[in-house]
């Protein structure tokens, strides 16, 4: 179908000039070999960027055009799917000889625009030496890994994550060359890409040097700077999107050659669908060791035009069905959705629920604010789960990775602060400094999963401070200053010091973590190893009936599907961005402020806090408020959201506050009975108000009964009567009745 038809007044006038064009596309024979010609093929772009027209009647490659040339940026964004509407054999010819016909595409941007800027009579514009003409595609993209040697030469689309961007370096389009002996002068056109041009060894006028003058020697060509044709290059590095690789297996990575108002538009992070010419580059150095392999090149694409997913949103900018739509709005309107996603979170762990819903909440996000001083607040949840082994913590990372739409899983040993932030490497080839992009940048809008991260080095650790709360990272390395974007949510397992918790010990003796990294944490979990008889058999029952198969089908009947989990998470952190209402404001304020009293008194008793509560903990209420406002699809925050958030703060950050005293501890049935003993014993060795240092009554018991633990559960179990209190530094123990 032709968008646009030639009149008949404009066929009659075709004869004083003007350019006849062939709107049939299905000529046969001699017509369709005249149409392939360069010429015809002139005419079809020039005609295509002059007329074409979109759905709401503009002229969108034309003003595009005169837009941006007239403003000295002489380029024009072109999408393949209008040219295969306009003309599919046209279409078809650019994307099987991009080499060929994407040269003749940008010569007819340039005449158009010296055509409309002739007819305008615009004298100060300047004339361009050539148009870029910036292809894109909405077509689905093709993984990395399928480029392979038959789609040499060819248009390709491809959709990755750039992970490195080189200095933009300066490249000739035409060298002026010029004999040093007879100044003969001649012009070499420089091919696309990476390749360079080669200068002749022989001057052209070498039998004919002119009068007077010797013969001309061998490499009499000099060049010419001032009279050489220059643009801009950059090379960069794609590789495939972690949520899309196969698993077990390593991420290809491809090298991709932009040029002109292409270069510096892309830094490493940014998830691009990018058009370009699939090409290879000659081996011009080789090794003796290496000529076996002389007839293998090294491929990489050359970029035609890209585009970028939305910021911050990222892969969030996915297309939905209109059905998808309605079912995801009726899974909004459901007053269980919450209950429903919570339990679908890792359905195959007993328990734990609270840590569902939190991890529920950290997968769908706050909202992400910009203050009018552009000053950003962040949306993403971090989690943290400290506690005994064996209490399925990394199941729960496993879970989000799976199911998160963007996510990158690590272990804390195994990753350093270069690997989770950025690194700096060295270009072999070049000998330039290049930036590229660690898991947080490459999780950027999305969760990044670390395990055991209690066991990662202190200067790692510090590494992420910045990406957890202002969501940048800053690089200052090998002469490289830039800041990258680091938008993600943090989900931590780690273990205590001695690997499991102790009710006995303070929070502060068992949690190896700075007061700076907690208080970024959202919600801290303490997860214990419970060993109550109730507990154990719940918990063997169900793990044998999930070896057995038996809860299955119950689990399929009630759980939401993880595919249609991972699209409504997609759809909720698109479509919804809630607000707080003024009700729910005045509940966060009045919680705030009555949590901060009651730990102060709690300081004063105890001496002081591990981990501290700040106006970082408001906005952490604030970002659980406005996620479970996500789950339900409404656009504003209201009183029950804001209950449950600060329902599931108590329960986390304020119950690892407390300590094991506070907390209460279960004396085993075996131990009661020596517990006993060793109580009514320090009531006999103790007067009421006499004091005692802490290692000497306990040297002193430990010779008579030889439980230590006992001792030690007596001693804690009388503190929390407030029959004893500490002093100088828990160093002295005081019977206070």
């Known amino acids: 179908y032709m968008g646009n038809l030639i009149t008949l007044e404009e066929k009659m006038t075709s004869f004083d000039g003007e350019q006849v064009f062939y709107t049939d596309q299905n000529l046969a024979g001699e017509v369709n070999e005249i149409a392939d010609s360069r010429n015809e093929i002139l005419k079809k772009c020039k005609y295509f960027l002059r007329e074409w027209r979109n759905g709401a009647n503009q002229y969108i490659y034309r003003d595009s055009i005169l837009k941006n040339g007239g403003s000295g940026r002489y380029f024009v964004p072109v999408d393949i799917s209008d040219l295969d509407n306009f003309d599919q054999r046209l279409a078809l010819l650019l994307r099987t000889k991009p080499v060929d016909y994407q040269p003749l595409m940008e010569l007819a941007a340039k005449e158009v625009f010296e055509a409309f800027t002739l007819e305008t009579e615009q004298e100060n514009v300047i004339k361009p030496t050539a148009f870029q003409v910036q292809l894109f595609s909405g077509e689905n993209p093709r993984p990395l890994r399928e480029l392979k040697s038959h789609l040499l030469g060819n248009l390709v689309t491809i959709d990755g994550i750039i992970v490195s961007a080189t200095k933009v370096a300066t490249k000739a389009r035409s060298i002026r060359l010029e004999c040093s002996n007879c100044l003969h002068t001649k012009t070499v056109t420089v091919p696309f890409g990476i390749g360079g041009a080669s200068i002749p060894r022989y001057c052209d006028k070498v039998n004919e040097p002119g009068p007077g003058k010797e013969k001309c020697p061998i490499d009499s060509y000099v060049i010419v700077p001032e009279h050489c044709e220059f643009y801009d290059q950059q090379m960069l590095k794609i590789q495939e999107s972690p949520e899309t690789l196969p698993s077990g297996e390593i991420p290809r990575t491809f090298q991709v050659c932009v040029d002109r108002y292409l270069v510096d538009r892309l830094s490493p992070g940014t998830r691009i669908t990018l058009t370009g010419i699939y090409t290879v580059l000659e081996r011009k150095t080789l090794r003796a060791a290496d000529m076996t392999s002389a007839a293998l090149k090294l491929p990489y694409i050359y970029g035609l035009g890209y585009a970028a997913q939305k910021t911050g949103a990222r892969k969030f900018d996915a297309v939905f069905t209109a059905e998808e739509e309605e079912k995801f709005q009726m899974m909004g309107r459901d007053p269980g959705i919450y209950d429903k996603v919570s339990r679908s979170i890792a359905s195959a762990i007993y328990g734990h629920d609270d840590i569902k819903r939190a991890v529920c909440c950290l997968l769908f996000g706050g909202s992400r604010k910009v203050l009018p001083d552009r ?280 119950s690892a506050i407390k300590n094991g005293l506070e907390l209460g501890i279960n004396v085993p049935v075996d131990m009661a009975g020596v517990v006993l003993k060793i109580e009514e014993s320090i009531k006999k060795r103790l007067p009421i108000g006499s004091k005692i240092a802490h290692t000497k009554l306990q040297e002193e018991l430990n010779a008579r009964f030889q439980n230590p633990r006992a001792i030690e559960v007596a001693i804690v179990n009388m503190i929390r009567r407030e029959e004893l209190q500490h002093f100088e530094g828990k160093r002295v123990l005081m019977r206070k009745k």
């Open 375 to 654: 000053m950003k607040l962040r949306g993403d949840i971090n989690i943290l789960l400290i506690g005994d082994p064996s209490t399925a913590k990394s199941q729960f990372l496993k879970f989000a990775e799976r199911v998160a739409p963007i996510s990158v899983y690590t272990s804390g040993k195994g990753s350093s602060a270069a690997g989770l932030t950025a690194s700096i490497i060295k270009d072999p080839s070049s000998g330039e400094f290049q930036l590229e992009g660690g898991a947080m940048v490459l999780a950027d809008g999305g969760v990044v999963c670390i395990d055991e991260f209690d066991k990662m080095r202190q200067q790692d650790r510090i590494a992420i401070h910045e990406a957890m709360e202002q969501q940048t990272i800053s690089v200052a390395k090998a002469g490289i200053t830039t800041i990258l974007n680091s938008r993600t949510s943090v989900l931590a397992a780690a273990n205590p010091i001695f690997g499991r918790y102790d009710d006995l010990k303070q929070v502060a003796e068992q949690i190896e973590l700075q007061t700076t990294i907690l208080s970024r944490f959202d919600c801290i979990f303490v997860v214990r190893d419970v060993r109550t008889t109730d507990q154990d058999k719940a918990i063997a029952g169900h793990i044998i009936d999930l070896h057995m198969g038996k809860n299955l089908i119950e689990a399929e009947e009630t759980d939401i599907d993880i595919n249609l989990l991972k699209k409504f998470i997609t759809y909720a952190r698109a479509k919804v961005s809630p607000r707080l209402s003024d009700k729910a404001a005045a509940a966060l304020q009045n919680f705030y402020v009555e949590t901060r009293q009651n730990v102060s008194d709690g300081r004063a008793k105890a001496n002081k806090q591990h981990i501290p509560v700040t106006v970082r903990q408001l906005e952490a209420i604030i970002r659980l408020s406005e996620s479970l406002a996500k789950v339900r699809l409404s656009p504003t925050v209201e009183l029950e959201h804001v209950e449950e958030a600060c329902r599931l703060f108590k329960v986390s950050t304020l």
